[in-house]
Every structure is written in structure tokens, then in C-alpha cells.
């Protein structure tokens, strides 16, 4: 039976060659977090028009007091009998869940 020896040869990069291929990688690298950064600036850039344009409409709005607003007095009398009664709080109020241990 035939024995083989396999030596694998040694890589011959010079030291420029070294510090170009280095430096490509690097700039591969820094590419793809400034994409991932430019993505997150522009995501908050809409977060805070879309905020602007909320604000600005309400301060448009005549109004801006939900106990006093007509239209949900008669929605309260016709389905709720009295704010933050059960029903009431079932059918019109949201809940708080506390996900800050999500992330």
C-alpha cells in the first residue's frame, strides 16, 4: 500500500498585498454599517414629520378635550351608561403592557 505525504505550501502574501486585502475588507464592512445607519436616520427623520403633522393637527382641532367632545358624551350615554365604567373600559380604553424586558 502507497503512503502519501501531503504538505500543504505556505501563503505568500507580501505585506502591501496584506494591507490592501485588509483594507478592502474594512471598507466592505464600514459599507454595510453606514447602510444600516443611514436606514435608522432615515427611519427616525419620518417618526419625527409624522409627530410634527400630528401636532399640527391638533392644534387645529377645536376640539382637543376628549371629556368635553359632544360626540363621545352621546356615545358614552347610548352604549357605555358612564366613563370608566366595566363596559366602557372593555369597548373604548386601551392596556398597558410593559415590554421594555422584550428587546
Known amino acids: ?3 502519501y505525504n ?7 502574501v507580501t505585506r502591501r498585498e496584506f494591507v490592501a486585502l ?3 475588507a474594512a471598507a ?3 459599507s454595510g454599517a453606514y447602510a ?10 419620518y417618526i419625527k ?3 410634527a403633522g400630528l401636532y399640527k393637527d391638533d392644534e387645529k382641532s377645536a376640539l382637543r378635550q376628549s371629556h368635553k367632545n ?14 370608566l ?13 410593559d415590554r421594555t424586558k422584550l428587546g
Not at 365604567?85 to 403592557?97: G, M, W
Open 1 to 3: 500500500m502507497a503512503t
Open 6 to 12: 501531503y504538505i500543504e505550501k505556505a501563503i505568500q
Open 22 to 24: 485588509t483594507g478592502v
Open 28 to 30: 466592505i464592512l464600514w
Open 36 to 45: 444600516i445607519t443611514d436606514v435608522v436616520e432615515d427611519r427616525n427623520k
Open 49 to 51: 414629520l409624522r409627530t
Open 70 to 83: 359632544k360626540s363621545l358624551m352621546d356615545m358614552y350615554a347610548k352604549l357605555a351608561n358612564k366613563p
Open 85 to 97: 365604567s366595566p363596559v366602557a373600559e372593555k369597548l373604548f380604553h386601551t392596556q398597558y403592557v
